[in-house]
């Protein structure tokens, strides 16, 4: 199965972009890379999710390397409330098992 | 609202006696499945189920049983629990395509 690789925590200021990397270098080509995150005393919650192409929602964007080796999830103005674990995850096309590493620990300073 | 319901959110039990986890869900998903999250090990699949009647095994199954007798059901089983099975479990469904899973708030399990 595909890994990833994260740094275990991050910080930033409150109000600034935040860049999350990821690593995958033995990514195949149909696996979708997933962005998941996890509050304090939560359960998972999905952020974001792309194939080859960047994608964009109201949570965050996600920039994907042009060779799919690596992949940055952005959030464009982080607040408090984005305070949490954040799960990098590769996930196959023939089924829906997600491979979950440590995650990055995004702190937020205000 | 769509949701992800388990019960109980804390439960302490002694090794040996059965007991239940309940999750069901209001999404009409066809894809359910239970983690276990261990601190530094992240989180594991236990069972999945692709839907009714449909269940197979996660990376770590051992000492666990699920049964998927209805759509937004899918209750997990612990016939025997043991010290090693402390942990916080979450259910999480999702819908075709297995785009976006939705989890639970957790159980907070403590086996003495």
């Known amino acids: 199965d595909a890994k990833t690789t994260q740094p275990n925590s991050m910080e930033s200021n409150e109000e600034e972009p935040v860049h999350l990397p990821c690593n995958h270098s033995t990514i195949s080509g149909t696996d979708y890379i997933h962005w998941y995150r996890q509050l304090p005393s939560q359960g998972p919650e999905y952020v974001i999710h792309?194939?080859?192409?960047?994608v964009n929602n109201r949570m965050a964007s996600l920039a994907i390397a042009e060779d799919r080796k690596s992949s940055t999830l952005i959030l464009h103005r982080a607040t408090l409330r984005d305070a949490a674990v954040y799960y990098c995850?590769?996930?196959?096309?023939?089924?829906?098992?997600?491979?979950w590493g440590a995650g990055t620990k995004l702190i937020i300073k205000p | 609202e769509a949701q992800v319901t388990q019960n109980p959110r804390y439960l302490i039990t002694v090794t040996g006696k059965k007991l239940t986890v309940t999750c069901s869900q209001n999404m009409n998903h066809e894809y359910m499945s239970w983690y276990r999250q261990d601190p530094g090990l992240g989180l594991r699949q236990i069972y999945y189920s692709m839907n009714v009647e449909v269940t197979d095994k996660g990376d770590v199954p051992e000492g666990y049983k699920v049964s998927r007798k209805e759509k937004r059901n899918f209750p997990l089983i612990l016939e025997s629990p043991s010290p090693n099975q402390t942990s916080l479990y979450f259910c999480a469904s999702s819908g075709q395509g297995g785009e976006k899973l939705f989890f639970g708030s957790g159980t907070q399990l403590s086996v003495l």
């Open positions: 792309g194939l080859t192409s960047n």
């Open positions: 995850i590769l996930r196959g096309d023939s089924n829906y098992q997600l491979i």
